[in-house]
T-cell receptor, first 116, second 110 residues
Framework: EPEVTQTPSHQVTQMGQEVILRCVPISNHLYFYWYRQILGQKVEFLVSFYNNEISEKSEIFDDQFSVERPDGSNFTLKIRSTKLEDSAMYFC??????????????FGPGTRLTVL | GQQLNQSPQSMFIQEGEDVSMNCTSSSIFNTWLWYKQDPGEGPVLLIALYKAGELTSNGRLTAQFGITRKDSFLNISASIPSDVGIYFCAGPTGNTPLVFGKGTRLSVIA
């Protein structure tokens, strides 16, 4: 069964450093998403992406964050200058059509980001 | 924004027992989703509900979309050790593809 993959599984970085989290969505899906989950808390939406553009973003997704689809398979989340509070699990998800009410989002296993 | 409130926050049950958890909101949702998250993994969709009053089963899991569209419940029958995990309700809103509840953490004692 096709699945969303993410690398690395765990990233440790120093405060102020840039990190890039990578995702390979399911191959025929058109909509891509990033979510984050701070330890012990709920999953929160960051950004959605379609047709090489950001579709929607939350308040969390400020100027320190950016997303890119650098080639036909990868989808990346970049944090320019990491802060301690960026420590969290980051989940990538993809869906076929992006229809809110009926389309299913499939989640990857996540990247645990630890900022020291 | 729209929020989802889940209860209970956590539960400890004996293997073989039935489990019930629910999710409520102060605003209407047109789709209710139930996800399970195993430790160190991403959420996996268990059941999707699209119509008010809908009752849907997936093996030992049953979920219902409340008729007011402001609540949903998830039941697990005859629990087994692999049911351990965090169960999230979720739904799309006008400005967020998915908003999640805080989850119900289920522990099963063999």
């Amino acid at each position: 069964e096709p699945e969303v993959t993410q690398t690395p599984s765990h990233q440790v970085t120093q405060m102020g450093q840039e990190v890039i989290l990578r995702c390979v969505p399911i191959s025929n899906h058109l909509y891509f998403y990033w979510y984050r989950q701070i330890l012990g808390q709920k999953v929160e939406f960051l950004v959605s992406f379609y047709n090489n553009e950001i579709s929607e973003k939350s308040e969390i997704f400020d100027d320190q964050f950016s997303v890119e689809r650098p080639d036909g398979s990868n989808f990346t989340l970049k944090i320019r200058s990491t802060k301690l509070e960026d420590s969290a699990m980051y989940f990538c998800a993809s869906s076929l059509w992006g229809v809110r009410t009926t389309d299913t989002q499939y989640f990857g296993p996540g990247t645990r980001l630890t900022v020291l | 924004g729209q929020q989802l409130n889940q209860s209970p926050q956590s539960m400890f049950i004996q293997e073989g027992e039935d489990v019930s958890m629910n999710c409520t909101s102060s605003s209407i949702f047109n789709t209710w989703l139930w996800y399970k998250q195993d430790p160190g993994e991403g959420p996996v969709l268990l059941i999707a509900l699209y119509k008010a009053g809908e009752l849907t089963s997936n093996g030992r899991l049953t979920a219902q979309f409340g008729i007011t569209r402001k609540d949903s419940f998830l039941n697990i029958s005859a629990s087994i050790p692999s049911d351990v995990g965090i169960y999230f309700c979720a739904g799309p809103t006008g400005n967020t593809p998915l908003v999640f509840g805080k989850g119900t953490r289920l522990s099963v004692i063999a």
